[in-house]
């Protein structure tokens, strides 16, 4: 939904649900475009006259039928344009920062079956952008630009794999196209978030926290798993940009002497973490110190014995952490940029794992989740594993074979000095235990770690 604010000389677009929901800009995406145009210009082999051609996410249907599937954004192109609508297209003059988005031509019968066919002039309003014109003729308008060349997007998703979809329409052969510059800087752009980015993320963080609160206060011991668990990793999006937020907490609303020793060495780790982050340390750092912690805790429970030191030689701390610590957060749950050229994954059980391997920036966005489990398979590969076996009580850890495991993720902002913490949940065992066990309490933690 569109909606626009301000005098009738100076209006500005906006994305609102209604009710109390977060107005979201335009000038937001605008402000994205200009930084990805900044950046371009300060890239060797950009050359003058380059125009960026991103394409949307296209509608799908399901299967063979005609029943359309819910329709999401293309990532990039969102981070770029805000679209919401299918089947579009976008161009960039990388020297102007002038921007063409181009829509489907609709068919008349569309209007019959579906509603209003808009004019050009509406998306143009509605996502404050420089030009609009229809897919059918982005051969013509794109010539008219007489551009150099074209910057097609191109690259790996190094948490999926995948390849990045490259913008491509009937007549681009007739262009020059470069399908490997783009990429590297517009996955920078994304990886630092703006002040109005960061507004969307605390908003989607705040509604996310809220429905884990809910959670809490509705769980009912005995019901099943699929029905209710208490273990939950789960967050909501708000105009694409996401949140990730896991809590664990007993069924009952109380903790067993077990569940609340492994729990408060969960809680120990994320805490020693949030604490340690700023800008400039490794994220690998991190996920080591997590381990260390896990270690250490796990040696006052009684599970193991031995040099902690030891222990982290041989890797036993991804024996009950077998993730990353956590990942970059935005427009994807799991979002890009965290293994830029030249940085490679830690070939290390554990760290092999990890989704991010860089150094920690200001303005970053990112997940804190150690957990501690206890996962068959994973223990008893330990326990046939001398060099790992000889730190193991098999006594004390056979009291918690089936107990499962605690995660506990928060979403964090980086700044100049430590962190903002977005998630807004109950933590300690006391916090959990004392709302869980009053339906009208309320719970508002401090949202900051700065250091001085």
């Known amino acids: ?36 145009c900044k950046g371009l210009r300060a890239k060797d082999g950009v050359v003058p006259k380059s125009v960026v051609v991103l394409q949307g996410g296209e509608q799908k249907q399901r299967y063979c039928t005609d029943t359309d599937l819910l329709f999401r954004q293309e990532s990039f192109f969102h981070w770029a344009f805000g679209v919401t609508e299918p089947d579009c297209y976008g161009a960039i003059d990388v020297d102007s920062g002038k921007s063409i988005l181009f829509v489907p031509k609709l068919p008349e019968s569309y209007a019959t079956w579906m509603g209003e066919i808009f004019p050009k002039e509406h998306f143009k309003e509605k996502y404050a952008v420089d030009e609009v014109q229809y897919t059918c003729d982005i051969v013509d308008v794109l010539t008219n630009l007489r551009p150099a060349v074209l910057l097609t997007l191109r690259g790996q998703n190094t948490d999926s794999g995948s390849i990045c979809r490259e913008a491509s329409f009937e007549g681009i052969s007739g262009f020059q196209v470069n399908n490997s510059l783009l990429h590297p800087i ?3 752009c994304r990886l630092i978030k703006t002040d109005m980015e960061l507004e ?109 030191e030891d222990m982290m030689k041989v890797h036993l701390g991804s024996v009950f952490m ?27 059980p554990g760290l092999r794992s990890l989704r991010m391997g860089r150094l920690v920036q200001e303005r970053m966005v990112l997940t804190v989740e150690p957990g501690i489990y206890f996962i068959n398979h994973l223990l008893d590969q330990a326990l046939a594993n001398p060099v790992q076996s000889c730190f193991i009580n098999n006594q004390v850890l056979a009291r918690f074979r089936g107990f499962g495991g605690v995660r506990i993720e928060d979403d964090i902002a980086v700044t100049a000095n430590g962190i903002e913490l977005l998630t807004c949940v109950p933590r300690t065992v006391e916090e959990i235990e004392a709302f869980m066990a009053d339906s009208a309490k309320t719970f508002s933690p401090v949202v900051s770690s700065e250091k001085p």
């Open 1 to 36: 939904m569109a909606d626009t604010t301000g005098t009738p000389y100076d209006i500005i677009p906006v994305y609102w649900l209604g009710n109390d929901t977060l107005r979201v800009s335009a000038a937001l995406f605008a402000e994205n475009r200009q930084r990805l």
């Open 186 to 188: 517009i996955v920078e």
């Open 200 to 308: 969307v993320l605390r908003y989607t963080n705040r509604i996310s926290s809220e429905a884990h609160k809910m959670v809490m206060k509705h769980v009912k011991h005995g019901q099943k798993e699929y029905e209710m668990e208490s273990l939950f990793d789960m967050g909501g999006e708000y105009y694409c940009y996401s949140s990730d937020i896991t809590c664990s907490f007993p069924a009952n609303g109380k903790f067993t002497p077990d569940q609340r020793a492994i729990y408060e060495a969960v809680l120990k780790s994320s805490r020693a973490v949030m604490a340690a982050i700023r800008p400039g340390v490794k994220w690998t750092d991190m996920h080591r110190l997590a381990d260390r912690v896990h270690l250490e805790e796990l040696v006052k429970i009684g599970i193991l014995s031995g040099s902690v």
């Open 322 to 348: 077998p993730h990353g610590l956590g990942h970059l957060l935005g427009i994807d749950v799991h979002d890009v940029g965290g293994y830029p050229e030249g940085v490679e994954r830690i070939n290390e």
